[in-house]
Each structure stands twice: as structure tokens, then as C-alpha cells.
């Protein structure tokens, strides 16, 4: 089986409570499309954190959100292969792999495109000036690079799974921060918009702005598990 879920942020008690009432295994895996908060740069919550879900009987693929470090920065972490493209595991965890941007992971008969990361709107309040966050929080130039000619060479991906998600699709009524919204970088979120126009797909899920809801091909995930 295959499932997704997205910006549990180190609150892993809603995927104990689905795998202690699904006979999930191994064999099935969880894409977390983002914000695990898995790798704060701090080894002991970190540990603890991992160890969840190491214990819990699936196979997790996360993608990277814009409140951890990105694991090629992270000593432990090797790169391996996993359905059809390189992927980073640590061998205490074997079954938390983090994707790459911008690949695409076939699973089962299903082929899946990825892009991780987003803009940090915490930076613009004084109240989150502990908050953490990092340079590469966004996707690179190189990201940007590959997808955009994959869009020009693959004619069709089953689903796009990425942390934010297009410009035109923003829930703008789920973003309560006391900002001003027009002050924000949507810079990711404009080019995801291209992908979209572009690349032929069947849906595209993706986290982020904390709410659940389907609009046209475009469905936003908050800590819900959704089978697919």
C-alpha cells in the first residue's frame, strides 16, 4: 500500500495510531511530504524522534520541508538506491529514507516526481526569532533546473509530490501568521505554477500551509494520512 501525510513537525502519535489499526508492513511506505522535523541539528531529539518511527511497521519517503536540514549536510547519512533513484538513509533507521528534489521514484506501477523545501514565513515575525531555519530552505537552482526539463522531456508523472505548493492554489485563508502576505517570497510557489501548466500529471499533493483540502488537481495534506 501506499499512502502520504504531511507536516506531522516531530508529532508522530497520529501514524502510531494509523499502523496500530491497519495491518500495515514493511512492504507499504508512507510518503511525509515535508516538515518531519527529523534533522534540527540536535542528536538527542533527533534520536529520540527517529526511533518512533524506525519501531512503527512501514516503509517512510520524506521530502524535505523548510524546518530541517537537508541530510546530505548531516553526517550518518549515505546515499543509496531506492525505487528507480538515489535516496539518504542512516543505517540505525533503514526505514526513514529521505528523497531527492526533483527525481522521480516509480513505486509499484505509480511514478512519482518530488520537490521539497518552501519559504519560511517565521522569519518575518519578531516571535519566531528562535525558530530555525536554514539557507537552503528553498529549492536550488539545480532543482529548478531538472524539473524544468523534465517537463520539457517526460510527457506524463502520475503525481507530483512537493512541501509547498503552486501560486494559484494557495489557501490563503489558512495563513493566520499577522504578516503581510504580499511581503512574502513566493518565488518557489510561482515556479511550482509553471510545473503545473506544464507537466502532465494525474494529481499533485502537498503540505505546508496546515489545512486539508482538494481544489481541481491540487490537494493540501495536514497530519491526515491519505491512502492512495
Known amino acids: 500500500m501506499i499512502y502520504l501525510t504531511a507536516d506531522p513537525h516531530g508529532d508522530f502519535s497520529y501514524i502510531e495510531e494509523f499502523c496500530g489499526k491497519n495491518p500495515t508492513s514493511l512492504n507499504d ?31 517512510f519517503l520524506c521530502i524535505h520541508g523548510n524546518h530541517e536540514i537537508r541530510p546530505q549536510h548531516i553526517d550518518g547519512y549515505r546515499e ?7 535516496a539518504y538513509v542512516e543505517d540505525e533507521f533503514p526505514n526513514i529514507f529521505f528523497l531527492n528534489d526533483g527525481l522521480i ?13 518552501a519559504y519560511s514565513v517565521t522569519r518575518m515575525l519578531n516571535d519566531y526569532k528562535n525558530d530555525l531555519f536554514f539557507d537552503d530552505e528553498q529549492p536550488s537552482s539545480e532543482t529548478v533546473k531538472l524539473v524544468d526539463y523534465l517537463c520539457d522531456s517526460y510527457s506524463v508523472v502520475d503525481y507530483i509530490l512537493t512541501h509547498t505548493g503552486p501560486l494559484n ?8 501568521l499577522p504578516i503581510d502576505q504580499s511581503m512574502v517570497d ?3 510557489e510561482t515556479w511550482m505554477q509553471k510545473v503545473y501548466n ?12 496546515h489545512t486539508n483540502r482538494k481544489t481541481d488537481k491540487i490537494t493540501f495534506v ?3 494520512v491519505i491512502e492512495l
Not at 30 to 48: C, P, Q, Y
Open 169 to 176: 492554489y494557495i489557501p490563503y485563508d489558512a495563513c493566520t
Open 29 to 59: 511506505v508512507m510518503f511525509i511530504l515535508g516538515d518531519m522535523e527529523l534533522n534540527l541539528g540536535n542528536s538527542g531529539i533527533d534520536s529520540i524522534r527517529k526511533s518512533i518511527l524506525a519501531d512503527l511497521p512501514m516503509t
Open 198 to 209: 506544464k507537466l502532465c500529471f494525474q494529481h499533485w499533493f502537498c503540505g505546508h500551509y
Open 105 to 117: 521514484y516509480h513505486v509499484g506501477t505509480k511514478s512519482f516526481l518530488v520537490i521539497g523545501g
Open 80 to 86: 543509496t538506491s531506492l525505487f528507480g533513484n538515489k
Open 222 to 224: 495536514y497530519k491526515k
Open 186 to 188: 513566493r518565488s518557489t
